[in-house]
């Protein structure tokens, strides 16, 4: 039993911010990003892009495990996967886990899809991404506002009786000596909301946030990402037994513009397909790579169904694989 990708569906909330025409703006190629309602929360677009893989004709009734990856949770406890199952209408025997996870999300995700199916344990699994960073952004810091958007991704993952693997080449990683270069301080149980007074704070550029806010050292996590990306994209080749010519696309975490052009250069990569389009999204954290999928795979054939994706970001975490896309349904 293999486990492929089947069938991809996203949801985007209407209300869209525009980021100001600027040079920061034209740097990191956002200029659009989909931003919740007050009363808005990322289980409810989970639903929606659940709702919308179901449209495509994708059985729920299939699932046997749902698994939900989020860093915006609808409580501290219960687990907010428990919730999803009763709001789409799975099965109760429907296994359901909560896993908390930035922008590598989505690829540990597609890591514990394929052992629970190639192990025996259930033959398909539902993956759900869903962020709202926006809510943790104070609106005054503007070294963070113009590059989250909020959205939500839904990917169904089955197993089939074949030789040949869906999901290949998984490379996973942590230095978590950086938890501290993307972070929201308050309201865990290191610094509880109840017990822990809000403190102004603003950076050498004029930006404002409070302690309760997501703070983030862009230059350290850039510095990260060209440090371990390069890497995680060798050891995916050399587990596969690939070179780059061998890959259709090559889609990493959609961070901004500039980031992803650095990449492609530090990579080798200039003149391969590289998907770079954050222009009307933003950064979704983990919907951001299954978002870039589902659009590459609507506007492009790539010349083999061989797609290598990595993710990288807040932990700090990254993760890598080859996904063949040949089963997606389009």
């Known amino acids: 039993m293999k486990a492929y990708i089947t069938g991809l569906a996203y949801y985007l909330p209407e209300n869209i911010e ?45 699932a046997e495990m749902l698994l939900y990856c989020t860093q915006s949770p609808d409580y501290p406890l219960p687990t907010t996967a428990c919730i999803l199952q009763a709001r789409l209408g799975l099965n109760k025997s429907c296994g359901a886990l909560d ?11 597609l890591s514990l899809a394929k052992g629970l199916i190639e192990s025996g344990q ?37 197993g089939f009786e074949t030789a040949d693997s869906g999901l290949t080449g998984f490379v996973l990683g ?47 996590i850039s510095d990260f990402a060209l440090d371990v990306v390069p890497d995680t994209m060798n050891q995916i080749l050399k587990k596969t037994n690939r070179i780059k010519e061998d890959i259709g696309y090559y889609v990493f975490h959609q961070a901004n513009k500039f980031m992803l052009e650095y990449l492609q250069m530090k990579c080798d990569l200039m003149g391969y397909p590289f998907w770079n389009n954050v222009a009307e999204y933003g950064n979704t954290v983990s919907s951001s790579i299954p978002l870039a999928l589902n659009d590459m795979l609507h506007s492009e054939t790539p010349n083999n169904p061989l797609v290598m994706a990595i993710g990288f970001g807040v932990g700090l975490s990254w993760a890598g694989c080859l996904i063949d896309v040949s089963k997606i349904k389009r």
């Open 174 to 220: 942590t230095d978590g000596t950086g938890f501290r270069k993307l972070i929201v301080p308050v309201g865990g149980m290191v610094h509880p909301a109840a017990k822990t007074k809000m403190v102004e704070e603003a950076d050498e550029y004029g930006n404002q946030r409070t302690n309760w806010n997501l703070y983030m050292d862009g230059s350290a």
């Open 18 to 62: 525009e980021n100001a025409k600027n040079r920061l703006t034209r740097k990191t190629g956002i200029y659009k990003r989909h931003i919740t309602g007050a009363d808005v929360i990322a289980s409810d677009l989970a639903v929606q892009a659940a709702n919308n893989l179901f449209k495509q004709g994708v059985q729920k009734e299939k």
């Open 122 to 158: 259930v033959k398909n699994v539902l993956l759900v991404t869903s962020e709202t960073y926006s809510k943790y952004i104070d609106p005054r810091d503007n070294s963070t506002k113009p590059l989250f958007g909020d959205g939500a991704t839904a990917t169904f993952v089955e």
């Open 99 to 109: 896993y908390n996870l930035g922008c590598s999300g989505y690829i540990y995700g």
